[in-house]
């Protein structure tokens, strides 16, 4: 059983900034792309950030510049951190990831894995 367990959502002003943090737990071999999205009160769940096993990192336009998307791959942990943050970044963040794990029978690997989300309010 894998579990992605995201933390560090909250309440800032705008301009504020935040630090969101995925920890990856249980019996995983590999952890392959991992990304963040979002997904705000009446819209869809749309792309934040994604990087690669190897740190190659994409940006949604909306926040380049002002986000910054890190991993630490010996903790199995995925940050974002959100700078110069705007009234609109407000929603609940999701973290995703395909990753490989010790199965029954052997090694699986699990793609579009998502976590519960943690909430990010931003006040004008």
């Known amino acids: 059983q894998v579990q992605l367990v995201e933390s560090g959502g909250g309440l800032v002003q705008a301009g504020g900034s935040l630090r969101l943090s995925c920890a990856a737990s249980?019996?995983?071999?590999?952890?392959?792309?991992m990304g963040w999205y979002r997904q705000a009160p009446g819209k869809q769940r749309e792309l934040v950030a994604t990087?690669?096993?190897?740190?190659?990192?994409n940006y949604a336009d909306s926040v380049k510049g002002r986000f910054t998307i890190t991993r630490d791959n010996a903790k199995n942990t995925l940050y974002l951190h959100m700078n110069s943050l705007k009234p609109e970044d407000t929603a609940v963040y999701f973290c995703?990831?395909?990753?490989?794990?010790?199965?029954?029978?052997?090694?699986?690997?699990?793609?579009?894995?998502w976590g519960q989300g943690t909430q990010v309010t931003v006040s004008s």
């Open positions: 995703n990831a395909d990753f490989t794990y010790y199965g029954a029978g052997g090694l699986r690997t699990e793609y579009d894995y």
């Open positions: 990087i690669s096993s190897g740190g190659s990192a």
């Open positions: 249980g019996s995983i071999f590999s952890i392959n792309a």
